[in-house]
C-alpha cells in the first residue's frame, strides 16, 4: 500500500483552503454551531429573558401602581424588600430566576447528543474526546453566563427609571452593582458548567435533567426542611451556597461570598473531572 | 487500510468481538458481512473509536484513529443512518462536523451536492426519510475526503435509486484508490458492491477471501431436472460421485454431471426432459452455509420441536 496510490486523489475545495487538522479552537466553534443550530438553545434563552424581564415588570407594577391603592409609602417597602440600591437587588434576582433554566441549558448542551446518536459522530469526527467535552463546558459556560448577565442588566435598566423616580436610583457602575454583576455572572456560569458535566454522565436527557434539577433546585428547598442538620447540610448545596456571589458585599461582608463561591467552585471542579475522567473511557 | 489484530470486545459475559483479525485493503470494495447480532457494529465502533477494545488492536491508515491530526480526512464513518440532532438541518449538522477540522461552507456545499442533498439541507433532520438520513450520514463521511471510508450498513433504507447510486459510489470511491469497508446482513447486497469479502459469525471470522473464492469454496452447482420418466433417468444416472435428488414425481436435482452430461444420458435412454436447468450456488447459499452454525438466534423448524 504505497502512499502514492492513497493520496492520489482529488482533495479540490480541501487544499484550497487550510489544511484539515483538530485544534481546540475550530472544536469550540463546531461547538458554537451546534447551539445555534437548534431551537432549545432559543428557547431557553427567551424563556430565561422572559422569566427575569417579568419579575422585574412585577416591581415595576409595584412601584408604579402600588402608590395610589393601599401603600403609603412604596419607597420604604421596596427598601424593605431589596435593599438600599434596589435596582442592583432586582438585578441580583435575574441571577435567581436565570440559573435554573440556565441549568437546563447547560443538560441541553450534552444530553441531546448522546440521545440522538449525535455524539458518535461528532466523537468519530474528534475520537481524543476531551477536547469535546471541554469544548461543551466552554460554550456552556458563555452561553450561561451571557444570558445572565444579559437578564440582570435588562431588569436593572427595566427598573431604574422608575426607582430613580422616588429617589432610589443606582448606577450600574456602582462597586456593588459591579459585583452583583459579576459574582452572578460568575455564578450562572459555574452552575452551566456543572450542569453540562454532570449530564455528560447520563445517557437520556431526562435522566440528567432530573439529577440536575433534583441537585441544584429541588435539594435547596427540601434538605433544610431535615430538623436540626438541614440547614447546616443546605449551606454546602452548589446553588444556596452559590447565590451568596449576587448579594452586595456591603451588606452581607466579603467572607460568606468568598466561602459560598468556593463552594460552588469544588462542586464544579469535581463534576467536571468525573465527566472527563468517564467521558474519555466510555463506549459510546 | 484498516488493521484488526487479535480484536475481542466483551459486553459483560457476552463476547461480541472474539479474537478477530483481519485487514482491509486500498482500491478495493471490501464486504462486511454476518448475519444479525454478529459483531459487525461492534467491531466498526472499534475501529472508529467509539468503544474500547477489551484486547486487540485497530489502526486506520497505520495509526489509531486517535492519533491522527485529522481523523475526518484518514477515516469517513457511517454509523447508524445519520446520527444526527433531528431538530437541526442537514446543512448545520455538516458545518458543525466540518468546523472541527476547519472545513468550511465549501466543503459542505460539495459534499450536499456529491450525495445528491442540495434541495433537503435546509430541512430538519428529523422530516427526513431513512434514506435522507443514510445520504446525510454518508455526506458526513465524505466531509474529510478521507482515505478509508467505513460504513454500517450503508444501503439500509434506501430506494432502488439510492442503492444503485451509493453502489456505484463506493466503486468509484475504491477505484480513486481509497480503501471502502462496509457492512452488511445481506449476501446479494455484497455481490454487486464488494471485490472481497470478510465475513463473520458469532464474532468470529469465517471468510477472508475474493468474492469469487468465497462463492467457490462453497461447491459445485446443481442441475434441475423436469422429465415424466425421473424414476428410469434416476437409476441410469446413477454413479458414484453423483448425488440424484427426487425433489418431485417428474423432478430430479443432480449434483456431480453437468447440464450436457445428463442430456446425453437421457438421450441415449429415450428419455423426455422437459426442463433442464443449471443452478450455480448463489450467493445467499453461499452465505447461509458459511454462517450456518454461527447464526445466533436460528428460527427452530416446527417439525423439530
Known amino acids: 500500500m504505497s502512499a502514492s496510490t492513497t493520496t492520489a486523489h482529488a482533495v479540490d475545495s480541501i487544499t484550497r483552503g487550510s489544511v484539515p487538522r483538530l485544534t481546540f479552537a475550530r472544536i469550540t466553534r463546531a461547538e458554537w454551531i451546534k447551539t445555534r443550530s437548534v431551537r432549545s438553545s432559543y428557547w431557553t434563552a427567551a424563556a430565561t429573558l422572559a422569566f427575569t424581564v417579568l419579575f422585574a415588570a412585577g416591581v415595576l407594577l409595584l412601584v408604579s401602581v402600588a402608590p395610589a391603592a393601599d401603600v403609603p409609602d412604596p419607597a420604604a417597602v421596596i427598601v424593605d424588600s431589596y435593599g438600599e440600591a434596589p435596582g442592583i437587588g432586582v438585578a441580583g434576582f435575574a441571577f435567581l430566576f436565570a440559573y435554573a433554566l440556565v441549568a437546563v441549558f447547560g443538560v441541553l448542551v450534552v444530553s441531546t447528543e448522546r440521545s440522538t446518536g449525535l455524539l458518535a459522530t461528532t466523537l468519530a469526527a474528534v475520537p481524543r474526546r476531551t477536547p469535546v467535552l471541554a469544548a461543551k463546558l466552554v460554550v456552556s459556560a458563555v452561553v450561561g453566563m451571557a444570558i445572565g448577565l444579559i437578564g440582570a442588566v435588562a431588569s436593572f435598566l427595566l427598573v431604574q427609571p422608575q426607582l430613580a423616580a422616588l429617589g432610589l436610583g443606582s448606577s450600574l457602575l456602582d462597586p456593588d452593582a459591579l459585583q452583583v454583576l459579576a459574582g452572578g455572572t460568575l455564578f450562572v456560569g459555574l452552575i452551566a458548567v456543572m450542569s453540562t458535566a454532570i449530564a455528560s454522565l447520563f445517557r437520556g436527557t431526562a435522566a440528567a435533567l432530573g439529577a440536575v434539577l433534583g441537585l ?56 467536571v473531572v468525573v465527566a472527563g475522567a468517564l467521558f474519555k473511557r466510555r463506549d459510546v | 487500510m484498516i488493521e484488526v489484530e487479535h480484536l475481542t470486545k466483551r459486553f459483560g459475559a457476552t463476547t461480541a468481538v472474539d479474537d478477530l483479525s483481519f485487514t482491509v485493503h486500498p482500491g478495493t470494495v471490501t ?14 465502533r472499534v475501529i472508529a473509536g467509539l468503544a474500547r477494545p477489551t484486547s486487540g488492536t485497530t489502526r486506520v491508515n497505520g495509526r489509531p484513529v486517535a492519533e491522527h491530526a485529522a481523523p475526518l480526512a484518514e477515516v469517513g464513518t457511517l454509523l447508524a443512518a445519520g446520527a444526527a440532532h433531528p431538530g437541526r438541518t442537514a446543512r448545520s449538522h455538516l458545518l458543525a462536523l466540518a468546523a472541527t477540522h476547519g472545513l468550511g461552507r465549501a466543503r459542505v456545499d460539495e459534499v450536499l451536492r456529491l450525495t445528491g442533498m442540495e434541495t433537503v439541507a435546509d430541512r430538519r433532520v428529523g422530516s427526513y426519510s431513512m434514506g435522507m438520513g443514510q445520504r446525510l450520514g454518508l455526506a458526513a463521511a465524505l466531509l474529510g475526503d478521507p482515505r478509508t471510508i467505513m460504513l454500517d450498513e450503508p444501503i439500509n433504507g434506501l430506494d432502488p435509486d439510492g442503492i444503485v447510486w451509493v453502489r456505484r459510489f463506493l466503486r468509484s470511491l475504491a477505484a480513486e484508490g481509497r480503501t471502502v469497508f462496509l457492512s452488511s446482513h445481506l449476501m446479494s447486497e455484497m455481490a454487486q458492491t464488494a471485490d ?67 442430456a446425453a444420458v437421457a438421450r441415449d435412454l429415450g428419455v423426455l426432459l422437459h426442463e433442464l436447468a443449471t443452478h450455480t450456488a448463489s450467493l445467499e447459499e453461499a452465505y447461509l452455509s458459511l454462517t450456518d452454525s454461527a447464526v445466533e438466534y436460528t428460527a427452530v423448524p416446527a417439525a423439530a420441536r
Open chain 2, 196 to 262: 472481497h469479502l470478510i465475513v463473520i459469525g458469532r464474532g468470529r471470522l469465517i471468510a477472508d477471501a475474493p468474492i469469487e473464492q468465497v462463492l467457490a469454496g462453497v461447491g459445485a452447482s446443481r442441475v434441475a431436472v423436469k422429465t415424466p420418466d425421473a424414476q428410469r433417468l434416476a437409476t441410469a444416472l446413477a454413479a458414484p460421485d453423483v448425488t440424484v435428488t427426487a425433489v418431485a414425481h417428474d423432478e430430479l436435482e443432480v449434483t456431480g454431471l453437468d447440464a450436457a452430461a445428463i
Open chain 2, 31 to 44: 464486504g462486511f458481512l454476518g448475519p444479525n447480532g454478529a459483531g459487525k457494529s461492534t467491531a466498526m
Open chain 1, 216 to 271: 441544584l433546585v429541588l435539594a435547596p428547598t427540601l434538605i433544610p426542611i431535615i430538623p436540626g442538620i438541614g440547614g447546616e447540610i443546605a449551606g454546602f448545596l452548589p446553588s444556596s451556597a452559590g447565590m451568596m456571589l449576587f448579594q452586595p458585599a456591603t451588606q452581607v461582608g466579603w467572607q460568606p461570598i468568598v466561602t459560598g463561591g468556593l463552594v460552588l467552585l469544588g462542586w464544579t471542579i469535581g463534576a
